[in-house]
């Protein structure tokens, strides 16, 4: 059986194997997502990882990469031109379980105008502090794009340590379709990760079949890898006496984008529980043959491991038939345990 440990997105900053991220764009999604999210779109949804300013953090335990030049916003004490912070939340939670509640702030900090006085480049902070000091952790920067810095914001136990930790739902700016992002803080241990769409999940998500081969109007999705296989009904296929053709059409033009897309109020990214464990559930889009034909969704749940990193342990097929939504199957992802 083969292992596979899916981690959404390892911009931790921590010295890993592949060294380096670029400040933009370097998480690129494979190009099935380029032909269907325009540039503007997929802008932000790169702008979100490696934004953890090491410099900002003190004690901070992350690692590589922190590079001090550069870092004219860092000086609290200064009495120039201090960049305006905007208060977007505030809460008062014991993230440490010390027995007293750290404060924190979510704050908007404009970094860039442009001749008109428009914010061009802004940043989202987490501003936290407790037992006498103060902690900034950079959630999010987002360079032209008019989309919030956050839909919200939660606390909860994600990796089952006993300590609060912070959840945060980014949106993506997009014509078509409203995506999220998230980014994740344990306080007692100060480490973060943002999740955006990767090459990890591409390849993922790349190893999804579609075919025709159970007759009349079933689209097969397989996975080979986990011995998965679930059938799709297309509606469109139904009411045809000869569905044949159109549906190797669906089996030639069907694909999963492997950004998570707000599909209804209730399959949007979000924290979910599953037997008392906190799970992140990740919902993308199955198009069939085009963005305006969505046919079913694929939904990934994610458990945050003992070292803060999000590890991939279900997956569903949800077909969508007329107004319903139907469960065509789901499979285990297999991790060797934790
Ligand atoms: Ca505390
Ligand atoms: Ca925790």
Known sequence: MSLLILTACGNRNQSGTDGTLPETGGIETGTEMSDNVPPSEAAPEQGVPGNIDADNI???SLDGGGTPDGSDLQEPGG??????????QSASIDLDNDGINEQIEVVRIDMMQNETGAATLVEGRLLISGGGAERQVVFCTKENDPSELL??????DLDGDGATDIFIVIPGYGASFNYSNYFIYSYIKDISHSFSSDNTLADFINSFEFSYTRGGSLLTVTNQT?????????EEAEEQEAP??????????TWIDPVS???SEDSRLALVKNRSAAEIKLPLPVFGMATVNMIAEIDLFYRIDSNFEPVLKRCEIIDFAGGDKIKAGSFEVETGGT
Request: hydrophobic letters at 35%; proline letters at 5%; charged letters at 25%.
């Open 58 to 60: 003190p004690g901070g």
């Open 79 to 88: 009495n120039g031109s201090k960049p305006d912070h905007v208060l977007l």
């Open 151 to 156: 839909n919200r914001i939660e606390f909860e």
């Open 226 to 234: 986990y011995g998965f296989s679930a059938d799709i009904l297309i």
């Open 244 to 253: 044949e053709e159109i549906m190797r059409q669906y089996a030639y033009g």
């Open 261 to 263: 897309v707000d599909i």
